[in-house]
């Protein structure tokens, strides 16, 4: 149901006071006026969806219960944007919602931080494990997704978008998801997002038509909330923030729900439930490096860590020799992810060409302009059954003196 509803909340893990009262002035992000804001924070609700699993999570954080907290999206989620990048939406939100319902010093709230600049969806479904999961030590108890600035309108993102949602939910029955749709000047992919979160029954957030038209009325200039075409200031993340505090709010003074089934029918299909990230051979996969033998030690890096978040790779360094990476694998779907040459390294990087069961099905070129160590990931086989295939990877002529990574692969059966 969409719900439109002013509430007085007090952030105090914000950076500015942001209660709200009637004839009462306070301080709100932006120095917005006391409607204006409540009109704002109002509109990004897009629906509560059924409310039982969040307001359950938000009932074991008040009795001191451990509850776990991720945030899985782009840099948006990192917290690229502030100076401090722990400024960053979801930083604010995991102090807010400690300092808003957890008794005492709020230990009992454990926080990991997904955000990876310039990923996606099908990123994020093959990291998921890896990144939120196995960080926590467990499923977390409340998940927010956040990828619709980094996502293209095509159908590949949305599947995994779809993926991430249903694998979450499947995998616990404590798990809360919140669908986030962060803004950008150039828009967002909120409108493919929501029917997949409506089918659900999950709650979304959308900043992006309170931020047009905040812009549009002259509440504030699209320089105060945004440092570049994407990244919000330190206010702008407050305010998405605050956003996601006034959805838990508003749940927080409902009733409760009772609980939902997970559908059994997929929004979109084929679906790339179960995505399980390889790490080396299994019981599906065999490998064969050839002359991607080594490990870069130069993936992209993680703002929390300041370490590259893909320590695990197959790498061919620019004078190595040797025969193509070959892969046999049972599976229906294959996402392969390459790494962008940072522009400024001296090694040189290729574009490699990508077999699977002896037919080319693309090539990638790890050595475009302007790459920053950024990652690209590529669909390369979808079918609706799993089955044994070989892959092949192995340097266009004319990039065999270059260097290229494979940064992860990730496969369903």
């Known amino acids: ?75 948006v989620t990192e917290g690229a944007g502030p100076e401090q990048f722990t400024d960053g939406y979801a930083y604010q939100f995991f102090r807010a919602l400690k300092d808003t319902y957890a008794p005492g010093n709020g230990e009992n709230l454990i926080f990991d931080n997904a955000g990876l600049s310039g990923t996606p969806s099908q990123l994020g479904i093959v990291r998921y494990q890896k990144d ?4 926590l030590g467990g499923n977390p108890d409340i998940l927010i997704i956040e990828f619709a600035v980094n996502d293209s309108g095509d159908d590949f993102p949305h599947r995994a978008f779809e993926a991430l949602v249903r694998d979450a939910l499947t995998a616990s029955e404590s798990t809360a998801v919140i669908a986030l749709y962060s803004a950008a000047t150039y828009g967002n992919t909120a409108a493919q997002k929501k029917p997949i979160a409506s089918h659900y029954q999950i709650p979304q957030v959308d900043v992006l038509p309170s931020v047009k038209s905040a812009i549009a009325d002259g509440k504030f200039a699209e320089s105060d909330y945004y440092t570049d075409n994407v990244h919000p200031t330190t206010a702008g993340h407050q305010l998405m923030c605050e956003s996601l505090m006034n959805l838990l709010a508003v749940v927080d003074k409902s009733a409760l729900d009772s609980p939902a089934a997970v559908p059994g029918d997929f929004v979109r299909t084929p679906a790339f439930s179960g995505m399980k990230m390889i790490s080396g051979d299994d019981g599906n996969v065999r490998i064969t490096a050839g002359a991607f033998s080594k490990s870069d030690p130069n993936t992209q890096t993680i703002k929390k860590t300041n370490k590259g978040n893909f320590p695990q790779n197959w790498y061919k360094s620019a004078d190595a020799k040797g025969d193509a990476f070959k892969m046999e694998i049972n599976c229906k779907n294959l996402i392969l992810t390459y790494k962008v040459q940072g522009s400024w390294q001296s090694e040189k990087f290729g574009t490699a060409d ?11 070129d790890g050595g475009a302009a302007n790459g920053w160590n950024n990652c690209e990931a590529r669909l390369i086989i979808d079918e609706k059954t799993a089955a044994k295939h070989t892959v092949e990877v192995k340097m266009t002529p004319g990039s065999e003196t270059k260097g290229f990574t494979i940064v992860c692969l990730g496969y369903s059966l």
């Open 354 to 364: 990508v077999y699977v069961d002896g037919k080319k099905v693309g090539s990638f």
């Open 1 to 75: 149901m969409s719900i439109k509803k002013s509430i007085g909340i007090i952030l105090g893990g914000c950076m500015m006071m942001c209660a709200c009262s009637a004839g009462k002035k306070v301080s709100h992000p932006l120095n917005l006026d006391n409607k204006s804001y409540e009109k704002f924070i109002s509109d990004t609700l897009v629906s509560t969806g059924n409310n039982y699993r969040l307001k359950k999570a938000i009932e074991r954080l008040k009795n001191g219960e451990k509850v776990t907290l991720a945030a899985l999206g782009g840099s």
């Open 132 to 135: 939120v999961v196995d960080v």
